[in-house]
């Protein structure tokens, strides 16, 4: 396996295969890898001849300064956890070697980036469209792996190659879980022992308002499901609505969509996470 700082490194190794005419699939990420990261891995090798991930938490995307500053880092670990999952290349550049100068690029995603992660971390996806076009222009994959864990995220990855005729595949992975339903993230380390009892109320609750869904109508849903959540201790909810899973246009009543999603975030005390379900 190769582990890769610099771009034309990156390149020279990514052409290899390329010549040989092999199918390369790609997963981006910012490292603090889990279960939920290796199922990426795992699917992209299962449908490709060569494997790529990357590792970069990446500055452009995160609003707040100390959100990015506490962001859990375990290269070494990670490097570890790829090599046994089957990763051929590994790339780990600086913030340097990816914006060698500032990048003013503006992306317009539409409505799609005006609301939920996009209205309360402003800048956010733009910074990730940066960041994805970047990579994706330095590994040139025929597939990349995005978690509709992040779904939000996802749509706009969508948009990003739609809009840029970028001719890469993007595949959906489905959100791995621990046994207690949270959804595995990099931020779940910084959750309190204290807290982490409580955290499995998040999933709970939304496939609860699942259950309930034939019974009650969308605004009933939304009030239910921030006011159990929000009388846990700690727990605040920042958002949770629900939208067409593809259009991601808002609904205030089932028969606006036969594909609803609901996407909410939660500060426990300060770790923000994010989860969604299906209905
Ligand atoms: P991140 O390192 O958080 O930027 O995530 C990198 C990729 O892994 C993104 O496509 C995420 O959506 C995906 N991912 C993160 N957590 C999970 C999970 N629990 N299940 C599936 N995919 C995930």
Request: include cysteine.
């Amino acid at each position: 396996m190769y582990v890769i700082k610099h771009i034309k490194d990156v390149k020279i190794e990514i052409q290899k295969f390329t010549d040989q005419k092999k199918s390369i699939g790609f997963v981006p990420t910012m490292g603090a890898l889990h279960e939920g990261h290796l199922s990426l891995i795992k699917r992209a090798r299962q449908e490709n001849d060569m494997v790529a991930a990357s590792i970069f938490v990446n500055p452009a995307q995160f609003n707040n300064k100390e959100d990015l500053k506490n962001y859990p880092r375990t290269p070494d670990k990670d490097i570890e956890s790829l090599k046994k999952t089957g990763c051929d290349l590994i790339f780990i550049p600086d913030d340097k070697e990816i914006y060698p100068e500032p990048d003013m690029r503006v992306f317009n995603f539409g409505d799609i980036d005006k609301l939920m992660e996009g209205k309360f971390r402003p800048g956010h996806f733009n910074g990730v469209a940066l960041a994805v076009s970047k990579l994706f222009d330095i590994i040139n994959p025929h597939r990349a792996y995005f978690g509709e864990k992040d779904y939000q995220q996802l749509l706009i990855v969508k948009a990003l190659v739609k809009q840029l005729n970028i001719p890469i595949e993007i595949v959906p992975c489905p959100t791995i879980r621990e046994s207690d339903g949270l959804a595995m993230s990099s931020r779940n380390r910084l959750i309190t022992e204290e807290n982490r009892k409580n955290v499995p109320i998040i999933y709970k609750t939304l496939s609860r308002a699942k259950e309930l869904s034939t019974k009650m109508s969308v605004p009933e849903i939304k009030k239910t499901v921030i006011s159990i959540i929000n009388s846990t201790p700690d727990f605040m909810v920042e958002y949770f609505e629900i939208a067409d899973c593809n259009t991601f246009f808002l609904i205030n009543d089932w028969a606006e969509t036969k594909n609803a999603i609901g996407c909410i975030a939660v500060y426990v005390s300060n770790v923000r996470l994010i989860d969604n379900i299906k209905f």
